[in-house]
DNA sequence: ATCCTCCGTGTAATCGATTCCACAAGGAGG
DNA sequence: CCTCCTTGTGGAATCGATTACACGGAGGAT
């Protein structure tokens, strides 16, 4: 591949003409330019990023961590962090954790290895060794998403909590009083998050949120099943189920299906994460959606001010309802009562 | 941020020592050895890759450019090659072209400038000139699920023609006489070869696949839906739509119900490209399977090879036939006649 | 005792860019 | 006509690693 040695031979000029030909810098005459042009243009010519790299400890390329690709809402906030970073001049190099704390420490330090200008993080856990270092150790750094407490970095994150009174509302209003809640893991700040804005929610109706109707999930969708089964082998199984994340409710909603129960004659559902696949699931699934979009801009507008050596503002957007038919209509006979409890219904087949 | 000159001081040796230490050579004293390690240690030193890279001309590195991330069946396959990537050693950066080639060639360019060791590539389109050019340039490169004939580069992808004809067959055995297809891109060879497959398969039965029921879809669930919208307009409308991705079988589910009409009941519908969510559609969807991680893994493998300056032979796998509910049940009244034209049905609302 | 190996280490070149500094040419001002 | 400044260009150092080559000393063979 040719070099700029070769263009400046071919240009008949030095290295440093040429390079800063390349570089738009002022002091090169127009027909010094132009004839870089030409030899670029002849030898195809394509600067080494890596040797521009080393030598001005930029290589415009921001570090993106995720907690799991597979995960329909990662993958939006992934592309719309990749958009918004092309737009300002930045490459975008995924990691994706898939909710390891081992995995995501290995990306860390390959990304701080390849000298990255910027880390963009939805931690999988409380904190690993790997990327608390990187914090200290200055790496501009921003969380989005999920964050870690007492880690001063900016954070990027929607606030679902009046989405959540929201849904409260919703539920009690079509007459369900045993709300259960499927949570992520207690070392992510969504995790705990949901479950405390669920509990706060119920509280305004003078409703409890007893342990049996906390279920232990990993946003993974295996752990939704399980901890619906769970629930539907209770004395009195709950007549909602929340799942803290869309995989789950897919994880819950094989579980109610499996037992032959159907969703939300038997048992309703809601999520958090709204997803393009909910509008068609059986029934459309009512979810709590966030602003991913938006989410993953500002992220990257925070992370690049940070670079810029600037403060890097922490955002907060709202999260909000989005009704669709799994937690039953309103009006709805046998679901219509305030005072009298749910009909009775069957726990298991 | 340490330097090896940094720890060579703190060890005190030569960079030339404790480079050789780093990298195992065998002619370093086991003295020596320990006396880097601890320099390591104390420094926290991390070796720049970056000028590695320039010095060894490899970044272990390989990029990876998708048609579009939001496609399921693409997140898995980029988290399955970077799954077998990172256990060879590899890293990964995926580009998202979005099925646009300007943005495909974007990140060609942009990779081959960070000078990635090689490239996996699900080609947008016929051909852009970027990709094209880096083919001929020698870089090491792997097609997977599309690729572009007349070009000289190793493809790992499946082949659907078997499991296309298990899904005529099916179809036939219900009743169907009136088959339509939403095609792919015909820039695109899946594009293509799901088209022709299933205009062979359908020949196998004395049936024709006439014009006016060949969708243009760009693998976009927008185009899913216009297609539908338009097959439902057809005066004699299909009675089964055979999407050609899985986004595309959204937009026809989309256009289907809008129109206040249900699968399988007034229409049925088929996908290619298996994907968690059908099982969970209303009704569960009947697609066509590819295994998915084994190509991403055989993908990567085959690369490798390449980067090693061997053959990477291409690969071929067979997908399958899931069947599910959205085309309607054997045995199902109404369906079950052989020679008589299926029911009569609304084509609007 | 002399010479030859081999082992461990250091010196320095190298990868491909950027950028500081020096310098030549040419025009302006005295 | 000499000095000074501006403009465009080139030489060379530099970033942080790897690696060819040289070299000094220990040990074995003769």
Chains 1, 2 share one sequence.
Request: aromatic share 4%; glycine share 8%; charged share 25%.
């Amino acid at each position: 591949m040719a070099s700029i040695k070769d263009v400046a031979v071919e240009a008949g000029l030095s290295v440093a003409t040429v390079s800063r030909a390349l570089n738009g810098h002022p002091s090169v005459s127009p027909a010094a330019r132009r004839r870089v042009e030409a030899a670029v243009e002849t030898l195809g010519y394509r600067p080494n990023a890596v040797a521009r790299s080393l030598r001005t400890d930029r290589t415009r390329t921001l570090g993106l961590v995720i907690s799991d690709v597979m995960n329909p809402y990662f993958t939006e906030l992934a592309r719309s962090v990749e958009e918004e970073a092309r737009a300002l001049g930045y490459s975008v190099v995924i990691g994706n954790a898939d909710e390891r704390p081992d995995l995501q420490d290995h990306h860390v330090t390959t990304l701080l290895d390849r000298r990255i200008d910027g880390l963009l993080v939805s931690p999988t856990d409380g904190g690993s060794p790997g990327m608390l270092a990187a914090a200290r150790a200055g790496t501009p750094m921003v969380f989005v998403d999920r964050w870690i407490p007492g880690v001063d970095v900016p954070v990027v994150r929607s606030d679902g909590r009046a989405a959540v009174r929201d849904l409260v509302a919703h539920l009690h209003g079509l007459g369900h009083r045993r709300l259960a809640i499927i949570a992520g893991p207690a070392a992510t700040t969504t995790g705990r998050e949901r479950v405390d804005a669920f509990r706060e929610a119920l509280g305004a109706y003078g409703l409890a949120l007893p342990g049996t109707y906390i279920g232990q999930g990993d946003f993974q969708a295996e752990s939704g099943r399980r901890a619906t089964e769970r629930f539907l082998d209770l004395d009195e199984p709950p007549e909602v189920v929340f799942a803290a994340d869309n995989l789950m409710a897919l994880g819950a909603l094989d579980a109610v299906r499996a037992r032959g129960l159907r969703v939300p004659e038997d048992i309703a559902l809601a999520a958090f994460d709204d997803i393009p696949w909910f509008v068609h699931t059986d029934p459309p699934v009512t979810a709590i959606a966030q602003p991913t979009r938006d989410l993953g801009r500002a992220a990257v507008r925070a992370l690049v001010e940070r670079i810029a050596g600037r403060a890097g503002e922490s955002v907060t957007l709202p999260a909000r309802l989005v009704v669709r038919r799994s937690c039953g209509k309103p009006g709805k006979p046998g679901n219509s009562s305030i005072e009298s409890p749910s009909p009775v219904r069957r726990s298991t087949p």
